[in-house]
């Protein structure tokens, strides 16, 4: 430990002395909502705290400007939206993980018919075409979104932010999900987890009531009607024992039911269309307001502020100016005329809350409170509905309908992350959809006819809790086959849903390899085709890995004598062996691991069955780690330790009965052993090669990935290069105006001779100039050496004039310090020679630099008024500030020694009548007298040594003994000790 203290000091000094200390621990949260996007952040120091843009704003816009040699996103984007429409994108959303035939891309194209949406045909999705350099797959202008809102993290964090938690709805199936990861990729994100919407806003919820969760299950329903879809969520909430952290809170998701075409923005469209209908009748122009994209981008905007106004007036007066050929629009609309709009909308309200209770398999008597959460809940007519649905007389609105999927995200992060330490709250997510293996056999009937059964075995059942693994096993077959993957019934999902939903196909897995591990292990048994399977913490279904498992019986080998095994094991405690089994050995059978098939089943079906890994651990780990890959691998320790007496009681008893025992007497003995000892077993795993074949929506390959990547960074750097431009050109232009107008300010002119203006002026002039004709379209380094050319020019004056300004200041004060000086000199001469605590070489010292100090300062700012004001200063600045603060540091340095001086014992008064009670008293006091020994004396010196008095940091309390004196300076290095250890446990 002496030797690893100092490495962790050296360590934390050096953090001390970083710029960044923290740079590399600071995690985010994204909920990626459909019109809106929150960023919260969690850094050392900082708690939970929302991310705001570069306008001040919580929320920003998800949107991306997209021009020849411009990009803009936001706010800045949906400026532009207004204008020209064709380069802005928004609702990316809704095309993610879809491919050109799904309904949603026919409608997106409907509400956005300015957009030329083209099939890819490589992988059967779509992607914008703006021309044929311009073309972008909404993956490809997601991961934008995320590099911009990254962006906006590592602003407001002031540090690198590369890890992540991301929102995405409830819905998300699995090609979804997985193209928010491959957007993530291509940003450079590093994603901790995808947390759906509605978990982490349980999880805030969750969170910030901890005290009012106990044993007892409550059962909470949260509505979020965001911008572009409605979910409903049944979570129960109740603490609950667990091995690791003790009792602790936890919320399970029980029942989820959602629309995922039902939100404000269909709102938003017909009241845009109505708007559009209203200014067709007042007949102003002879065009169809609705043939115009740009007229139409203009009133989708106005319909949103419409939209947010009516939740809270009864009516409102729209208005546009110049919203088609200069001529204006204004209409009043009503709150009843805007629900008259959308009356199926308000109809399809319930559904999603009927879904989440007939998939959580509870009633509306069993929830306590229904909470509102989303931006669209806000509309009146919604709330209405909604209370009528859930029998309620009021719904709950305690939670920040807006930011507390951000805020939950961002809990998540911080307890992922492994620079952060938070109260552990478990999480216990549902797959909404269920997912099922289904494979084919050749049967042979009683007859001879051979047929073919499909099988189906569900591997994750609607609702099923995840993370997790599971374990399918394939007892009867020897040679290569294939199985798929798909989702289960999803019978709950109405045809529209369903049409919406995609391909129900998810992956085809052709094995190879297994006919030759049946070839090479035919002298042992089969235990079937194990195929591991896990669900992860962002609901992607992984197949890990697939291995052919053998068992085989192992030999015995003769036994040892107790000698010789009691020989061993010293030598092994030596070093002389080992008890960590070799690489290539196999392993003893854990027979807890193989679940037997239920009764009445066909052999020929696959066992399903957890994972051990998830036996060992809780689903509900918020971090899950990875599945380990060789525990199958090692031997049983214990079972070999509780055979081992059985087998030296077997090895005695050999042993007497060999002496006395003929040949076929101890053939006999040993069939009786073998038949009588259990048989030891190993198993044998052969690992299955796996090709996956993708049925739903087709990966973009590694190649694929890598151009986006690059695409995506060269827009980057072309962003970075114009604001690094635009940067440089306004410093350029701010410059020649300042300066020029400087020229004429008395304090300028005053320093500059006639010919140095002249020339300054004329530079200055023909700089202006050449900005007018070329410098607004020059590149970046033209304006970086135009820039510094012109403050090569004036950095003369510049300093002559900065010098002048500082002077009155810092001479006043070194004529304040001189002052103060001398007269605390002349104190400390007075200082009775008894009671004097400095020296004469201290005094000396000091004396001395006061007077090279003042005549230093007498001759240079004599010299200094010979010079003109044009020429180069002899008195400078930073020559006073270093005067002043040699000064400074004598004067604290007899201070500081003056605060630690003790004062002399002066000798008591003799009385002269009793001089024999003096020697007695002068005896018993040199009895009593205690002489310090010498370590403690140099103990003494050292902590206050003449040459370094204490700092003041340690000279707030007068030491009032010796003995304090020396306790407090020994302690000082363990207490910075412990307060180094503290600050490191504490940063890390």
Known sequence: MREKLPLWVLFCLALAHLPSPTASVAVMSVDLGSEWMKIAIVKPGVPMEIVLNKESRRKTPVAVCLKENERLFGDGALGVSVKNPKVVYRYIQNLLGKTAENPQVAQYQKHFPEHQIVKDEKRGTVYFKYSEEMQYSPVEILGMVLNYSSGLAQDFAEQPIKDAVITVPAFFNQAERRAVLQAAQMAGLKVLQLINDNTAVALNYGVFRRKDINSTAQNVMFYDMGSGSTTATVVTYQTVKTKESGTQPQLQIRGVGFDRTLGGFEMELRLRDHLAKLFNEQKKSTKDVRENLRAMAKLLKEAQRLKTVLSANAEHVAQIEGLMDDIDFKAKVTRAEFEALCPDLFERVPGPVQQALASSEMSMDEIEQVILVGGATRVPKVQEVLLKAVGREELAKNINADEAAAMGAVYQAAALSKAF?????????????????????????????????????????????????????????????????????????????????????????????????????????????????????????????????????????????????????????????????????????????????????????????????????????????????????????????????????????????????????????????????????????????????????????????????????????????????????????????????????????????????????????????????????????????KLSELKKLCKAMFFRVEERKKWPDRLAALDSMLNHSTIFLKSAKMIPEDDQIFTEVELKTLEKVINETTDWKNETVAEQEKRSPTEKPVLLSKEIEAKLSLLDREVNYLLNKAKFAKPKPKPKPKDKNSTSTESNKTSSADSEKVIPPKNETEGVEEAIPAEEPPTEENTNEEPETEQKVVEETEGTETSDKSNSEDHISDEL
């Open 421 to 785: 330490k938070v109260k552990p709250f478990l999480v216990r997510d549902a797959a909404v959809f269920p997912v099922q293996v289904e494979f084919s056999r050749e049967t042979e009937e009683e007859d001879g006819v051979k047929g073919v059964k499909h099988n189906k075995r569900i591997l994750f059942q609607r609702m099923a809790p995840y993370p997790q693994r599971k374990v399918i096993t394939f007892n009867r077959y020897n040679d290569d086959f294939d199985f798929y993957i798909n989702y289960g019934d999803l019978s709950f999902l109405s045809q529209d849903d369903l049409k919406m939903f995609g391909s129900q196909n998810l992956t085809t897995v052709k094995l190879s390899g297994v006919g030759n591990s049946f070839k090479k292990n035919s002298d042992a048994e089969s235990k079937g085709i194990k195929a591991h399977f896990n669900m992860d913490e962002s609901g992607v279904l992984i197949l890990d890995r697939v291995e052919s498992v053998f068992e085989t019986i192992v030999e015995e080998k003769e036994e040892e004598s107790t000698l010789t095994k009691l020989g061993n094991t010293i030598s092994s405690l030596f070093g002389g062996g080992s008890s960590e089994p070799s690489a290539n050995v196999t392993e003893p059978v854990q027979d807890e691991e193989e679940v037997p098939p239920e009764s009445g089943k066909d052999q020929d079906e696959p066992v399903e069955k957890p994972d051990e890994s998830a036996k060992e651990k809780p689903d509900t780990e918020e971090k899950t780690e990875e599945e380990p890959q060789t525990e199958e691998k090692k031997p049983d320790k214990e079972g070999s330790d509780k055979e081992q007496p059985e087998e030296e009681k077997e090895a005695e008893k050999a042993e007497k009965t060999d002496e006395v025992k003929t040949n076929g007497a101890q053939e006999e003995e040993k069939e009786a052993e073998k038949k009588a000892k259990p048989q030891k077993k190993s198993k044998i795993s052969v690992d299955i090669g796996v090709d996956l074949e993708v049925n739903d929506v087709l990966d973009p390959s590694l190649e694929d990935i890598v151009a986006s990547r690059k695409k995506l960074q060269d827009l980057t750097n072309r962003d970075l290069e114009k604001q690094e431009r635009e940067k440089t050109l306004n410093s350029l232009e701010a410059f020649i105006f300042e300066t020029q107008d400087k020229l004429y300010q008395d304090e300028y002119q005053a320093v500059v001779t006639e010919e140095e203006k002249e020339d300054i002026s004329a530079k200055l002039s023909a700089a202006s100039s050449w900005m007018d004709e070329e410098g607004y379209t020059a590149g970046t380094k033209e304006l970086k050496e």
